[in-house]
Structure formats: structure tokens, C-alpha cells
């Protein structure tokens, strides 16, 4: 029999430092398998992707994650995660994408966050305590949980196109804060800056950032999406997931860098492998996703929820 796990299924038992703990062990394995990020442009404004497999050592089972992504619609990208025993194939569920995708790119971001940015002081101002984010949409509400999650977050800064929307995921955060109106004046004034937009023209240059700084750009994560300048990455110390998929289709090659500009992958840092921060460096994480992080929340929930969801027999 195979689960049906929907967004509130996964929602109900969704269990965040479990899956933070999950990313991180995920993070210091190598991988045997080289992960396939497949992506195919469609008739119009959408994109179709596929991740597999989904892998990490000790989880009996694995990922095969399937995606349309169409920025217009709500939300933008939608599909299914399918869970199989890793010993014989059986599909063990069927889950969300939407759901499954959101949270772990969130979680996995902040943790990378967590590790390369400045030890938050004890002050309320002090370097490391202010978080700014740049597109005020989902995605960086679930990285903010995350960050929340592993160390005080004491102010936010926040920016996005509509200043309505800014100001409405400002007012749900629980979190001091203020709405400016423009990228800069996130980066004046926050020690973090979660990046998470749809844009194709760099928001920050390397003349709008101080030392010491950490930036993390989500949205860079297809061909010809852009949030962060050639400069600015050519001058910051870059940690990345994947090497190859950052040139093939993430920040660095979106702005004609190649892999001499990444300093390291965050295994490399997680591993003592390679350095992470220096003193008064600009640091930045620009991941593109792996398959192997879908399984790093599928799972758990797979186990907390799979007396509790809907089942059928695809095989009757």
C-alpha cells in the first residue's frame, strides 16, 4: 500500500529540529550516486523539473521528486514527492512537493545561515542578531523559522516589491522589525540577509555590503534567475550545495562565474574539509537544491504519518 501524505498531513506531523538534524547528517555524507536536477522549459511561463535520487546513507529509501514551477500561480511550484523502499522499490508514499520543497529548502538554508554567519553578541544590536530579508514571500518565512530555530533573531529588516506585503509578513513574524523600500537599505542595516525572489537582475552589488556580512540567495536557482552581482560573488567568500549545478544553473553561472569563484560546499565546511567564515569576510550560500535533502524530510514524516494517511494500491 502506498500513503497519500497532503500539505496538512505533512504539516501535522512536520517535526523541525528532526529535520534539521537530518539535513545536517545528510550534509557530511558524500553521496555514492551523482544527483540529477533535470529541468526543461515549458510552452509559456512554466518550467518542468525533476530530482532523483534521493539519497542518504542509513535511510532505507529514496526520493524521486517531480515539479511544475510557474511564478504566476499559488503556490508557484507543484508536484509530488514519491518515497520508495530502497531495497525493492516499493512506493512507500506519495507526498506534496509544494510542502516537501518549501520547508526543506528553508530548513537547509538555515542551517547553512546558522553556520557561516557571525555569532549572534548579547546585546540587542549586536553583530549577528539582525536578519534581513529581500522578497517577503514563503520561502523566506520558512528559512526565518529555521534560523529562529538555532540562534536569536532580534530584529528583522524587510523588503519586497509590494511594501503591503512587507509589512503584512513583518507584522506575523513576532519579531521587532521594520519595512524599507529598497535591497540597500536591507543590507545597511541587517548582519543576515535572506535573499528568496524571482529576480533576473542583480538586487545587491558588492558596493552595497560591509564586512562581516552573510548573505543567502534563494532564489537564484534556475537558469537566468539573478540576486546577487558578479562583483559581489567574485569579492565574497562563496559556499555553495552542489559545485557543477551552481555554474549549470545557480548564481555563479547566472552571472558568467564559474566554479574558481566557490570557495567551498557547505559538506566541505560542515566536515572541517574547508573553512567557512574569516573575520569581517562577506559570506554567502547559494544553493540550488539536492534531491537527497527532499529525503531528509520525507522521511520522518513518512514515519510519524504513515498509519495516519489515506492509502491505496496502485498495483490493484
Same mark, same amino acid.
Given at each position: 500500500?502506498?500513503?497519500?501524505?497532503?500539505?496538512?498531513? %505533512?504539516?501535522?506531523?512536520?517535526?523541525?529540529?528532526?529535520?534539521?538534524?537530518?539535513?545536517? $547528517?545528510?550534509?557530511?555524507? /558524500?553521496?555514492? %550516486?551523482?544527483?540529477?536536477?533535470?529541468?526543461?522549459?515549458?510552452?509559456?511561463?512554466?518550467? /518542468?523539473?525533476?530530482?532523483l535520487p534521493g539519497l542518504i546513507p542509513g535511510i532505507p529509501a529514496y526520493t524521486v521528486k517531480v515539479n511544475a514551477k510557474f511564478p504566476g500561480a499559488r503556490p508557484a511550484l507543484r508536484?509530488?514527492?514519491?518515497? $520508495?523502499?530502497?531495497?525493492? #522499490?516499493?512506493?512507500?508514499?506519495?507526498?506534496?512537493?509544494?510542502? %516537501?520543497t518549501a520547508w526543506r529548502t528553508g530548513l537547509a538554508?538555515?542551517?547553512?545561515?546558522?553556520?557561516?554567519?557571525?555569532?549572534p553578541g548579547t546585546g540587542g544590536d549586536d553583530l549577528g542578531g539582525t536578519v534581513g530579508v529581500v522578497g517577503a514571500g514563503v520561502q523566506a518565512e520558512l528559512t526565518l523559522a529555521g534560523l529562529d530555530a538555532l540562534r536569536p533573531v532580534r530584529r528583522l529588516v524587510v523588503q519586497d516589491l509590494d511594501p503591503g506585503r512587507a509589512a503584512?509578513?513583518?507584522?506575523?513574524? #513576532? %519579531?521587532?522589525?521594520?519595512?524599507? #523600500?529598497?535591497?540597500?537599505?536591507?543590507?545597511?542595516?541587517?548582519?543576515?540577509?535572506?535573499?528568496?525572489?524571482?529576480?533576473?537582475?542583480?538586487?545587491?552589488? /558588492?558596493?552595497?555590503?560591509?564586512p562581516g556580512r552573510q548573505l543567502t540567495t534563494l532564489g537564484a536557482?534556475?537558469? #537566468?534567475?539573478?540576486?546577487?552581482?558578479?562583483?559581489?560573488?567574485? /569579492?565574497a567568500r562563496v559556499i555553495v550545495d552542489d559545485r557543477t549545478l551552481a555554474v549549470q544553473m545557480g548564481a555563479l553561472g547566472n552571472v558568467g562565474l564559474t566554479a574558481d569563484a566557490i570557495h567551498a560546499t557547505l559538506t566541505e565546511v560542515l566536515t572541517g574539509a574547508a573553512q567557512g567564515r574569516r573575520a569581517d569576510e562577506v559570506t554567502v550560500y547559494a544553493p540550488v537544491g539536492l534531491p537527497w535533502q527532499d529525503l531528509a524530510i520525507a522521511w520522518p514524516v513518512f514515519q510519524a504519518a504513515q498509519h495516519d494517511g489515506q492509502a491505496i494500491d496502485f498495483l490493484s
Open positions: 500500500m502506498t500513503v497519500l501524505l497532503t500539505r496538512s498531513d %505533512i504539516l501535522r506531523v512536520l517535526d523541525v529540529p528532526a529535520v534539521l538534524a537530518a539535513l545536517r $547528517h545528510g550534509f557530511r555524507q /558524500a553521496s555514492p %550516486i551523482e544527483p540529477l536536477r533535470v529541468r526543461t522549459d515549458l510552452p509559456g511561463p512554466g518550467t /518542468a523539473t525533476a530530482l508536484g509530488v514527492v514519491c518515497l $520508495h523502499d530502497l531495497a525493492d #522499490g516499493t512506493l512507500l508514499a506519495v507526498m506534496d512537493s509544494s510542502t %516537501i538554508a538555515a542551517l547553512a545561515t546558522d553556520l557561516l554567519a557571525e555569532t503584512e509578513f513583518l507584522s506575523g513574524q #513576532g %519579531i521587532p522589525g521594520v519595512a524599507v #523600500g529598497s535591497p540597500q537599505e536591507v543590507a545597511a542595516a541587517a548582519d543576515v540577509v535572506i535573499l528568496a525572489t524571482w529576480s533576473r537582475e542583480p538586487l545587491l552589488t /558588492a558596493a552595497d555590503l560591509k536557482d534556475e537558469p #537566468g534567475k539573478v540576486e546577487l552581482s558578479a562583483d559581489l560573488l567574485s /569579492a
